[in-house]
């Protein structure tokens, strides 16, 4: 532990080799991963309940909900780095309950899971779930079926909320920039199985531009 | 029969959950590993051999040495601030992607057993439920590790999961016999109807996938056809209306059309090998939907992509 708080600390500097380890190597929420939901779980349980031992000056209670709207693009700064590999200059997560960036690999599908072992009820003011998706996944009409498959299991399984982000684009040319924030965004071909991002640049701006003619 | 299925174990080499264009609806996607053929335009290397396979990436290597370290046979070594990777060493156990804290190493291929893959489906359960979807088996060839291949679908009926297979048709008859009560669809792959043409590109023949195609169409399994519409190859009118007239007479009513493309042509250089397919180019939304035309003149539905 001490020596973990030293790299911390320290921003992780000359600890490249272990802020690897543990950003790749530690299993991260978004993953339908059941133990590591369990600590998100627990985590959320305790924040949220601790607001009703307070009440505001009218009098009333405290309607806690897991939402950063963007708070989380500017906290930022003030975050120091943090045990999950994540540097002091790294975005936080966004939304509420979302995977940070880039460290769900598993598809919308354990995203939902992981999403649902929250406890929503404890959230009165809600809880907000973004997810993205390639256009080619949701495309036509049977797509469309598969995007409300989704959005129902959520429901069923006990979520309250969730929007999606249909990549455009904009989207994919920040992923070419930014990699490392957009492992999970696979373009699902039939039969087809992607490595993360084993796709040349070349290739990407073809993805870019059938993207932008097919959809 | 029933005995072995908790027993039946098989190489694989991934599990894709949210597989949307293998089969209806919101599938899991289990990549077996091993392919009787070797198409010169796969998207999947790492399916093709009937082994562990490393990739390693040198892009993504930090040069830290772990893999040196913890290699048992000399074939990854760090000299001059870089990695090296002597593959004639590697005997693919896996124990430097462990070691590579810069995912830089992956291992291709692992031994599981059905239940371990069955386990890893049900998550996905409810999804399935919501959009009919269920378990696509692929990869590699399904039917290449038969017993494997029936001890999973057979759990999947028991527990009421929709199965399909994707399928190259190039394997002994009896390996279809052997999942058809299991197996609510076949997505089977038709490349091309000549046989020189054929054996040339994927190392196979046309004949034993053709006569696969009738007898599962004669027996009233719920057949697919697929053609990976690649160019240079099959890419023109009169090779797509004959492979979908030879659909038509053995009843089969859909098929579909699966563009080329080259997303996976990265994987070969992972794999310390050379993409070999010169024909290059993606298919323009033109020339397919004139292929699409020409499919459909014998009455069979087409689909573009999966």
Redesign the interface.
């Given at each position: 532990m001490a020596a973990l708080l030293a790299m911390l600390d320290q921003d992780f500097a000359g600890g490249e080799h272990n802020r690897l380890l543990l950003l790749n190597r530690a299993p991260k929420y978004g993953n339908d991963d059941g133990e590591v939901d369990g600590i998100a779980r627990a985590l959320a349980t305790h924040i949220l309940s601790a607001f009703k031992r307070y009440r505001n000056p009218r009098g009333g209670r405290y309607e806690p909900g897991l939402q950063s709207i963007s708070a989380h693009a500017l906290f930022r700064n003030t975050v120091p780095a943090t045990p999950d590999g994540r540097t002091s200059s790294m975005l936080l997560a966004d939304g509420g309950i979302s995977p940070a960036q880039g460290r769900d690999r598993r598809g919308p599908t354990a995203v939902i899971r992981s999403a649902a072992r929250l406890d929503h009820r404890e959230a009165s003011n809600g809880t907000l779930l973004n997810i993205k998706l390639s256009p080619q996944s949701v495309a036509g009409e049977l797509g469309l079926g598969n995007l409300v498959a989704l959005i129902q299991t959520y429901f069923q399984l006990g979520g309250q909320h969730v929007q999606f982000n249909v990549i455009n684009s904009a989207v994919l040319r920040d992923a070419q920039e930014h990699p490392e924030q957009y492992r999970d965004l696979v373009v699902r071909v039939a039969g087809f199985s992607v490595l993360f991002t084993t796709i040349d640049p070349v290739l990407q701006e073809d993805i870019i531009e059938r993207t932008e003619h097919r959809v | 029969m029933s005995e072995n299925i908790a027993e039946a174990t098989g190489l694989i080499?991934?599990i894709?959950?949210?597989?949307?264009?293998?089969g209806?609806?919101?599938r899991t996607?289990v990549?077996f590993k091993g392919c009787p053929l070797a198409c010169l335009w796969c998207?999947?290397p790492?399916?093709q051999r009937f082994q562990p396979e490393l990739?390693f990436?040198a892009t993504?290597c930090?040069a830290?040495g772990?893999c040196a370290e913890a290699c048992p046979h000399a074939a990854a070594s760090r000299a001059g601030g870089r990695s090296a990777y002597d593959r004639n060493r590697c005997v693919a156990c896996g124990t430097c992607a462990d070691a590579c804290?810069?995912?830089a190493r992956?291992l291709a291929g692992r031994q599981v057993t059905a239940d371990d893959v069955v386990t890893e489906i049900l998550?996905?359960a409810?999804?399935y439920a919501?959009?009919?979807?269920g378990v696509t088996l692929?990869g590699g060839e399904p039917l290449a590790q038969t017993e494997f291949a029936r001890a999973i679908l057979a759990r999947c009926r028991t527990e009421e999961i929709h199965t399909a297979i994707?399928t190259c048709g190039h394997v002994a008859w009896s390996a279809f016999e052997a999942v058809t009560t299991e197996t609510d669809l076949f997505?089977f792959d038709l490349k091309h109807l000549d046989a020189v043409k054929h054996r040339a590109q994927t190392g196979g023949s046309e004949a034993l996938v053709l006569e696969n195609l009738e007898r599962l169409a004669g027996l009233g399994a719920a057949v697919v056809v697929?053609v990976p519409v690649v160019p240079g190859f099959n890419d023109n009118p009169e090779d797509v209306r004959a492979i979908s007239a030879r659909v038509a007479r053995c009843g089969i009513r859909e098929l579909?059309l699966?563009p080329y493309?080259?997303?996976?042509?990265?994987?070969y250089g992972?794999l310390g090998r050379e993409y070999g397919f010169a024909g290059g180019e993606?298919v323009s939304?033109t020339r397919l939907e004139v292929l699409r035309m020409a499919a459909t003149e014998n009455g069979v539905t087409v689909r573009l992509?999966?």
């Open positions: - | 080499f991934d894709q959950r949210f597989s949307v264009h293998d209806p609806g919101i996607l990549f998207s999947n790492e399916s990739l990436d993504k930090v830290c772990g804290p810069a995912e992956t998550k996905d409810p999804f919501n959009s009919g979807g692929g994707e997505l697929r579909h699966l493309h080259r997303l996976g042509a990265g994987k992972l993606n939304d992509g999966g």
